[in-house]
T-cell receptor, first 116, second 113 residues
Framework: EAGVAQSPRYKIIEKRQSVAFWCNPI?????LYWYQQILGQGPKLLIQ????????DSQLPKDRFSAERLKGVDSTLKIQPAKLEDSAVYLC??????????????FGPGTRLTVT | GENVEQHPSTLSVQEGDSAVIKCTYS??????FPWYKQELGKGPQLIID?????GEKKDQRIAVTLNKTAKHFSLHITETQPEDSAVYFC????????????FGQGTELSVKP
């Protein structure tokens, strides 16, 4: 079974530029999460999708961050314009959201963003 | 909302010794407590989890204990090996309310051969 795929793995941009990250969850996983992990901290949820609907975006800085999950599969997370404090690893995770252990989250390798 | 505190932030042990990492949570409604291992350059990987109706769970060299009254849970690794070296995160969530995980700050475990 293929894992969660993310691209790019690394990105360096200047402040005020825009950037986009892509995530392909495990096939059949209804729930998709985007987390921000600042160096030395635990992941913090930015947004959670159930199929193509948003379940929780309470910690997403909506003035600069946006995310979409078209057709309930792939997802993109965008930052525009980027700030220095956005430097972090952006992790995508997915879970079944149904039976068994619906909340076991499978994480991708992350995208390391550096804003200069 | 939920808040999870994790200690220690770093832990160094000799190979073969045991390692213990502790977490406390604030929301008494939380009922699912997973532990993740994160190796350098990789995403977190679930290693063990426990639900609030269970006090202890074991999986080979790894065990987790939960004290609901005190609102704390711990990860125990016995007979540590160099490949156990990584950052470990505890997390908490309310199982039937969306699965939003609140993570602790992480513990960097170093196992010296």
């Amino acid at each position: 079974e293929a894992g969660v795929a993310q691209s790019p793995r690394y990105k360096i941009i200047e402040k005020r530029q825009s950037v986009a990250f892509w995530c392909n969850p495990i096939s059949g996983h209804a729930t998709l999460y985007w987390y921000q992990q600042i160096l030395g901290q635990g992941p913090k949820l930015l947004i959670q999708f159930q199929n193509n609907g948003v379940v929780d975006d309470s910690q997403l800085p909506k003035d600069r961050f946006s995310a979409e999950r078209l057709k309930g599969v792939d997802s993109t997370l965008k930052i525009q314009p980027a700030k220095l404090e956005d430097s972090a690893v952006y992790l995508c995770a997915s879970s079944l959201g149904t039976s068994g252990n619906p909340y076991e989250q499978y994480f991708g390798p992350g995208t390391r963003l550096t804003v200069t | 909302g939920e808040n999870v505190e994790q200690h220690p932030s770093t832990l160094s042990v000799q190979e073969g010794d045991s390692a213990v990492i502790k977490c406390t949570y604030s929301d008494s409604a939380s009922n699912y407590f997973p532990w993740y291992k994160q190796e350098l350059g990789k995403g977190p990987q679930l290693i063990i989890d426990i639900r609030s109706n269970v006090g202890e769970k074991k999986d080979q060299r790894i065990a987790v204990t939960l004290n609901k009254t005190a609102k704390h849970f711990s990860l125990h690794i016995t007979e540590t090996q160099p490949e156990d070296s990584a950052v470990y995160f505890c997390a908490a969530t309310t199982y039937n309310q969306g699965g939003k995980l609140i993570f602790g700050q992480g513990t960097e475990l170093s196992v010296k051969p």
